[in-house]
């Protein structure tokens, strides 16, 4: 496959040494002769070697490449409605068969390297002793042999040479060798070759339906340039090689098609839908062409349901005595996402005006990760956050001050500026938070875990700007601060008498950064008592 040239030439030329006889005067050869003849049979049996070798290398090869895509088909014809089990079950047999052909296919190359390098000497020591046999053959070609001399010492010594070569080279091959096969992927490339190739699935409408048709691709990005080259011809169909001009690309939603690892791309010529072998191929592809996620609509439609109204407060708690029942050492609550589709299907069932809130969730097969996520997208829909546009500036300067305590007086007074129903919302959901944290050594969801997932979450700015994103760490203080100090600051507003402490002026310049909460040494709260809430 590599060298088809060289395979046969060596099977051309093994074929003409075995028909090749020297003819001997008398019926006792001497040893002259006989050195001729071994010489001949030597070289004749290296060119036989070197072509079985070769012809066995490739066999090898090509029956674990058979092997490995035979497994991807049916892999690739893989329903997404199955069970996850099965999935991942099947995702792990693919992997193990994927590494065995990248193996081989690292052992192939080495092998044809090393039958490449080996015939340099191999080849032409033998024909180096046939000279010299018929150059020693009699008297007569002294002087002969006497001229050949320079020119056989300096081939000994190349050949020498290349020999040595060759052995000291061995062991850096195969060391090269074995880090390859542990890093065998499809990798995005630069410069003048294609950003991205590999094999690809195309959805082809034929006239008795749809197929999935096996291509090899390659996208070259600086021209927008998807080159799509069939690999198995189908019958009565005549396939020829597509160049098409990329537009867009944007990653299939899950619930859309049947396959999976799916995504389309808009061309100039016509749209395509497209399957990758992995989940991994095809976030490399949606990389290379600068792939988008697609577009989900809100499920809360109306401007009411996205208030703080009695329906909001109802599904806030319903969620946070779910995860408090059944969630609390889960690893990774509130940071692992649920499924979209999930969460939309949740929160449409719970906020239709038709029957609102009639939802019971433990009637339902909703697991953790979709609870949390729909009680996240709840908070972040509000129509204004929750620690409100007004308060967001005051409370980011807080955060901003060196001064502990006087983060904590500050943060303290500033809760009780909000809105009486905010508030009441805020310390319902940080108590829920504190009891979450008094877990953290089984859920692994510390203080500063929750600060920025929740920061974002309760506080933005009104205008999105640049300096607005720079303190959204600012935030994730903020959020640590009513963690940390729940019941100092939820236990009722600080004294009036008593003005908030003001941040000392600083003398020296700063020679370090502000010292953070989340840079503290994580500390272990006693759990709170969950609140008891109406079950339906």
Known sequence: MLFPEYSLGVQKFSQTLQSFQFDFIGDTLTDDEINIGESTAALNLIGVVLSVSISFIRKKFEKESEKYYSQLDKHMNLSSKKKETQLQEADGLLDKERQAFYESSVEYVYQIQQVQDRKKFDVVEPVLAFLQSILTLNNLTVEMTQDFLPYKQELQLSLQNTR??????????????????????????????????????????????????????????????????????????????????????????????????????????????????????????????????????????????????????????????????????QEGVYRTVGSNIQVQKLLNAFFDPKCAADVDFNSTDMDIKTITSALKFYLRSLSEPLMTYSLHGELILAAKSENLDYRLGAVHSLVYKLPERNREMLELLIKHLVSVCSHSSENLMTVSNMGVIFGPTLMRAEEETVAAMLDIKFQNIVMEILIEDYCKIFKGPPEETIPPPIPPPRVTPRRRQPITISKRPPRLYPGLQPPVFERK
């Not at 070569?165 to 195969?174: A, L, V």
């Not at 499809?186 to 991205?196: D, E, G, L």
């Open 164 to 329: 040595n070569h060759f052995e000291s080279t061995r062991e850096e091959m195969e060391e090269l060798m074995k880090r390859m096969k542990g890093s065998a992927q499809i990798c995005i490339r630069h410069s003048q070759q294609a950003t991205m190739e590999g094999y690809i699935y195309v959805q082809e409408k034929w006239a008795l339906g749809v197929t999935w048709v096996k291509y090899y691709c390659k996208y070259f990005k600086d021209n927008k340039l998807f080159i799509m080259m069939p690999v198995e011809q189908k019958t009565g169909a005549r396939q020829t090689t597509a160049q098409l001009t990329l537009k867009s690309c944007i990653r299939r939603k899950t619930d859309s098609t049947d396959k999976r690892f799916c995504f389309d791309i808009e061309t100039n010529e016509s749209p395509v839908l497209l399957q990758a072998i992995s989940e991994v191929n095809r976030k490399q592809w949606m990389e290379a062409m600068d792939g988008k996620e697609p577009i989900y609509h809100s499920p809360i439609q109306k401007q009411a349901e996205m208030d703080l109204n009695d329906i909001g407060f109802k599904f806030v708690r319903k969620c946070i005595n779910f995860v408090e029942t059944k969630g609390l050492t």
